[in-house]
């Protein structure tokens, strides 16, 4: 049974400051991981997919890797601006199927 | 549609009334989730639809949960007798193409009193 871990569950930095947020995953037999942004009574909004094949993908101040053998990916936050608040989920699609398992998110509070 | 739209966005009931939530997927998308999310907490998985395969109940929580899919296009996630506990935000994706990326809407806000 996948089960996906995100830590920490909240963070807070100040403006222009890098961040990571991370992700593990406890089966490595996975089709795709992708990261979310979700802003308060908002839905969620998809940021990076990696698929099984790939290693890392990249969208502006935002990286995204994966590392299926340790069962972790990692989210890099380049310049953080008050504007990245929200909590980031990780979620997890296993081979064989297509459940999408969900990490309870970090919260991120980035101060002016 | 451009994008997923779940309806009612606000849903009041009385504790033991049933309850219908409706999501309407990316036009051409063949794959169809439900999740909820209660206050301050992640995702639960509640159930997927993909094509005409047989659906994956598996994260339904209990028999007053069912959902269908009709015509492979609209889901509806019908709560019989609600219950205080099932107040959440129930979000709906769908996906549509081999590389799986997930689309959510705005989610259906469930309030049992």
């Known amino acids: 049974k996948q089960e996906v871990t995100q830590i920490p569950a909240a963070l807070s930095v100040p403006e222009g400051e890098n961040l990571v947020l991370n992700c593990s995953f406890t089966?490595?037999?996975?089709?795709?991981l992708q990261w979310f942004r979700q802003d308060p009574g908002k839905g969620l909004t998809s940021l990076l997919l990696?698929?099984?094949?790939?290693r890392e993908q990249t969208s502006g101040r935002l990286n995204a890797s994966l590392d299926k053998s340790s069962g972790r990916s990692t989210l890099y936050i380049a310049a953080s601006q008050p504007g990245d608040s929200a909590t980031y989920l990780c979620?997890?699609?296993?081979?064989?199927?297509?459940?999408?398992?969900f990490g309870a998110g970090t919260r991120l509070f980035v101060k002016a | 549609g451009a994008g997923v739209s779940q309806s009612p966005s606000n849903k009041v009931t009385e504790k033991g009334k049933d309850v219908e939530l409706r999501c309407d997927p990316i036009?051409?998308?063949?794959?169809l989730y439900w999740y909820r999310q209660s206050l301050g907490q992640g995702l639960e998985f509640l159930i997927y639809?993909?094509?005409?395969?047989?659906?994956?109940k598996s994260g339904l929580p209990s028999d007053r949960f069912s959902a269908e899919r009709t015509g492979g296009s609209v889901s509806t996630l019908t709560i019989q007798r609600t219950q205080q506990e099932d107040s959440a935000v129930y979000l709906c994706?769908?996906?549509?193409?081999?590389?799986?990326?997930?689309?959510f809407g705005e989610g259906s806000r469930l309030t049992v009193l």
């Open positions: 994706a769908s996906s549509g193409d081999l590389i799986g990326e997930l689309f």
């Open positions: 089966d490595s037999a996975i089709y795709n």
């Open positions: 990696i698929q099984s094949s790939q």
């Open positions: 979620a997890v699609r296993s081979t064989g199927g297509f459940k999408t398992i």
């Open positions: 036009s051409g998308h063949t794959a």
């Open positions: 639809f993909q094509g005409n395969s047989a659906p994956d």
